[in-house]
């Protein structure tokens, strides 16, 4: 169990002091932090303690040698990991803005704006595709949108359901509203459900429209 105001250490040797905690999910919680030599704003993403294994860190660590975020900034993936007793957990740097739910859901949004955010994230999940990684979890949710002056800033957070060959498959499938047929009739009559870079094409048709 962690608490708000308590120090993570992370295998880099970053220490990182927890703050309130900003939102949970199927795998974890997350928790707004500060790096203590930085003062970097972050977000520590730890996972409940049935996923908090050997598996969730191997899968952690592939994304961090991806370097997504110098190839495609759009995308962030974490850059540390920690691990103590049954726990495992992660950290990003803190992205400002808001969902693309929310952002959508504004009247200020112009179509125009909303066609510039839709061939950005196509692009980044292109990004992924190229390398056989299958996000996994296209939603509205997973994408923070931020204006800047008049140009609006996008990006993927929360990466954790990926797909990629040779790792152990994600422990989650995605969310229901833009999951593939495919996934749905597997998740009903207890097949395997592991998202692909079909599935994510299933998707992203989804939330385009």
Request: aromatic share 8%; proline share 6%.
């Amino acid at each position: 169990m962690i608490t708000k105001g308590e120090t993570l250490r992370f295998d880099s040797g970053r220490r990182v002091r927890l703050a309130d905690r900003i939102g949970n999910g199927g795998q974890g919680e997350v928790y707004e932090s500060t790096d203590v030599k930085t003062g970097q704003r972050g977000a520590v993403k730890v996972f409940y303690k049935r996923f908090a294994n050997r598996d969730t860190v191997k899968r952690i660590r592939f994304l961090m040698d991806q370097n997504f975020h110098a190839t495609c900034p759009v995308l962030r993936p974490p850059i540390d990991v920690f691990r103590r007793r049954d726990m495992v957990g992660h950290y990003t740097p803190f992205v400002e803005g808001e969902t693309l739910e929310r952002f959508l859901d504004s009247p200020s949004s112009s179509f125009l704006e909303q066609l510039e955010l839709a061939i950005t994230f196509a692009h980044a999940v292109n990004v992924m595709h190229a390398r056989g990684i299958a996000h996994g979890d296209i939603q509205l949710g997973n994408f923070m949108v931020a204006r800047a002056g008049p140009a609006l800033r996008l990006h993927a957070i929360d990466l954790d359901n990926f797909c990629a060959p040779g790792l152990p498959v994600p422990d989650c499938v995605g969310h229901l509203m833009y999951m593939a047929p495919e996934l749905r009739e597997g998740l009903a009559k207890g097949w395997p459900a592991v998202p692909s870079i079909s599935t994510d094409l299933f998707a992203l048709g989804v939330l385009m429209h």
